[in-house]
């Protein structure tokens, strides 16, 4: 059956067929709106294309959070850290609404591998990194205090913790503002655009496509093209990249069920997750482990939403959670580059 598109959507794929581009994108997620915005604010001539919907994979499956990655200090990757700070700020400056600043607590339990002592030392590290700049100072508290911000809390063996700051957002709404703002500079978007093949021509490529609502085919000429396909970016074209897939899941609870008022950072041995307050619910994850599965069709499995529950279980013992408690779910892919050395936790984001 033919869909048909809106006559913006028919006007966008006339330029991609009618104009010589200086790059087209692949991949209507954040990394790809990304680049096309950045191309299209630098006067390039950009086309962007997405075989599902705009932010259809990794980027509107993912635990909704703006940080500074600061369990990635236990790993020395100081400038990954000092980064992503400055890019949750800037983005905080240009789009407040999509920045809403969150406290995290982050409990230290005796034998737990994750000691007070560190801790304290690294979220202050945490806010050198940030060079001041984050929505908040961090602070070492003891037990008592920290239980009376995080109620339900596991009270035994727990040696204190200390807070820090990030901010949750909206993932795929990020993702499309990032587009229209790339429309606006002039970037032509369309997707249900299915890449299938790339020839050289001269010094540049022509794409070969299918519009996927009206299964036509068409050609696209273009100086350069950008793989930013996510976890289909393997094998496409002339691409070389070699990816190591990880499932992530997150969970769903109300927030009765679990009535935090902060985030509350939990951890399983050198894995960190999270139990995130979102309005009237909580969301808990997330989950990393290698996945070899179809990648238009990825799901939380049984094992998956079982480990989340017995996580968290472990340090709110008193909400006593269950699958019946699951409002719903979902799981998604990170494009890792491909290492099969070490746990998927480890290898660089």
């Not at 279980?313 to 008193?318: E, I, T």
């Amino acid at each position: 059956m033919i869909v048909p598109r809106s006559a913006a959507g028919e006007r966008a794929l006339t330029r991609l067929q009618s104009e010589a581009l200086d790059a087209l994108v692949l991949g209507g997620g954040i990394v790809g709106a990304g680049v096309a915005r950045d191309a299209a604010l630098r006067g390039l001539r950009v086309g962007l294309i997405d075989r599902h919907d705009f932010a259809f994979g990794t980027s509107s499956r993912s635990s909704r959070l703006l940080h500074g990655g600061i369990r990635y200090l236990a790993q020395g990757r100081l400038g990954l850290v000092r980064q992503a700070s400055a890019e949750k700020m800037v983005l905080h400056r240009i789009a407040p609404h999509l920045t809403e600043p969150t406290e995290f607590l982050f409990p230290a339990y005796r034998q737990s591998g994750w000691p007070l002592w560190q801790l304290r030392i690294g979220v202050k590290l945490y806010d050198w990194l940030c060079r001041g700049g984050n929505f908040g100072t961090s602070a070492a508290m003891n037990a008592p205090a920290l239980l009376e911000r995080a109620p339900g809390l596991q009270p035994d063996g727990l040696a204190g913790g200390v807070r820090y700051f990030d901010a949750f957002t909206h993932d795929a709404r990020l993702v499309f503002d990032t587009l229209r703002s790339a429309e606006k500079a002039g970037a032509c978007l369309a997707n249900y655009v299915r890449f299938e093949t790339v020839e050289r021509k001269g010094d540049g490529f022509r794409c070969h496509v299918t519009d996927v609502l009206a299964q036509r085919s068409f050609v696209i000429e273009t100086r350069s093209v950008v793989n930013a396909a996510g976890p289909w970016a393997q094998g496409l074209g002339l691409s070389r990249v070699q990816l190591r897939l990880t499932k992530g899941i997150h969970l769903v609870f109300d927030r009765a069920r679990l009535p935090v008022r902060n985030a509350v950072v939990i951890t399983d041995g050198p894995r960190v997750l999270f139990v995130i307050p979102w309005a009237e619910r909580v969301i808990v994850g997330t989950t990393d482990t290698d996945y070899d599965g179809p990648i238009d069709d990825v799901r939380s499995e049984p094992p998956d939403v079982a480990y989340l529950l017995s996580t968290v279980g472990r340090y709110f013992p008193g909400a006593r959670l269950n699958v019946e408690d699951v409002v719903t779910s979902w799981a998604g892919l990170r494009p890792l580059l491909a290492d099969r050395k070490g746990r998927p936790s480890d290898i660089s984001r």
